[in-house]
């Protein structure tokens, strides 16, 4: 299991250049801390158009909380957090916490199409079966599921596709995404859980 921090922001006119810029030094500074992993994506397609996003990675809640101890005390932190009060970039969402459930993220990943579900815990069992018959539909991408562990909406959950790029991505929707395997198991999520947003991201 890995635990993830995501902290997303819809930049200001004019402030996009500004926001990436501080999100680059922030996540430098929790990959110093410690953290498995870092991703700094921007949702070019979709849901959240537009928008930046920081993600890190770490091997447990402990671990992660340990980091973000250590970071919330860094001054070069502190000073970008002064920046933001007084010279805003964007409209921010989080950090918030989330976990995976099944497959295998990788936030390495060129390119992330993701499908956010409105899902009770207690279909999640079922919901994880068919993401794992999608994951046998071909080898050429690989799928995870993620769901909030410390959000402001704890009921639902997120398939993420990883793709090298943004052309693969478009490739697996013609090729698996239109089959009629892919439909079948998409027509048994819509009873378990509803589909309520979906959008493409990729790493910058």
Request: neutral net charge; charged residues 20%; glycine residues 8%.
């Amino acid at each position: 299991m890995s635990i993830f921090s995501l902290y997303s922001s819809s930049p200001l006119a004019g402030k996009a250049k500004v926001m990436e810029t501080r999100m680059r030094t922030v996540l430098g500074i929790i990959a110093q801390k410690g953290a498995k992993g870092t991703r700094l994506h921007q949702d070019r397609i979709g849901a959240n158009a537009g928008n930046m996003a920081m993600v890190a990675e770490f091997e447990s809640f402990h671990h992660a909380t340990s980091v973000f101890d250590q970071l919330w005390k860094d001054p070069l932190f502190l000073e970008i957090n002064q920046q933001r009060q007084s010279d805003p970039a964007g409209t921010p969402f989080g950090p918030v916490f989330m976990r995976d459930v099944c497959g295998k993220p990788d936030i390495s990943a060129g390119c992330h199409v993701y499908r956010n579900y409105k899902l009770e815990r207690k279909n999640l069992d079922k919901a994880i079966k068919l993401m794992n018959s999608v994951s046998k539909l071909s080898d050429e991408f690989t799928v995870c599921g993620v769901i909030p562990v410390l959000s402001p909406e704890m009921d639902t959950m997120t398939a993420v596709y990883q793709f090298d790029s943004v052309v693969d991505a478009g490739k697996f929707m013609d090729q698996v995404g239109l089959s009629p395997e892919f439909q079948k198991i998409v027509s048994q999520a819509s009873e378990l859980g509803t589909l309520v947003q979906a959008g493409l991201s990729v790493r910058i």
